[in-house]
């Protein structure tokens, strides 16, 4: 069982930035794959970007340019740098690890709200 906690979510006017944080339990978190996902209200889940154990890194068409994912090892943590934040980007914001298709944990998500 893997434990995955996100933070630093908040209000945040538009054109503003974040960074949110998720932290993972675990001695191998090196060998995790992780992901950022959201979800507004009345929409499905989406992906927002993903980094593989070796640093490849993955983005939606709409935060390309603008959302940074990046990972800590010796801190298991990993986060994504959010600027030119727009209303759109308000959801809530959820953390994955992906250890195999069998195991994939999911924190509780925290909250972006991007006023305009």
């Known amino acids: 069982q893997v434990h995955v906690v996100e933070s630093g979510g908040g209000l945040v006017q538009a054109g503003g930035s974040l960074r949110l944080s998720c932290s993972a339990s675990?001695?191998?978190?090196?060998?995790?794959?992780m992901g950022w996902y959201r979800q507004a209200p009345g929409k499905q889940r989406e992906l927002v970007a993903t980094?593989?154990?070796?640093?490849?890194?993955n983005y939606a068409d709409s935060v390309k340019g603008r959302f940074t994912i990046s990972r800590d090892n010796a801190k298991n943590t990993v986060y994504l740098q959010m600027n030119s934040l727009k209303a759109e980007d308000t959801a809530v914001y959820y953390c994955?690890?992906?250890?195999?298709?069998?195991?994939?944990?999911w924190g509780q998500g925290t909250q972006v709200t991007v006023s305009s």
């Open positions: 994955s690890t992906y250890i195999s298709i069998s195991e994939i944990y």
């Open positions: 980094i593989t154990s070796v640093g490849y890194t």
């Open positions: 675990g001695s191998t978190f090196s060998t995790y794959h």
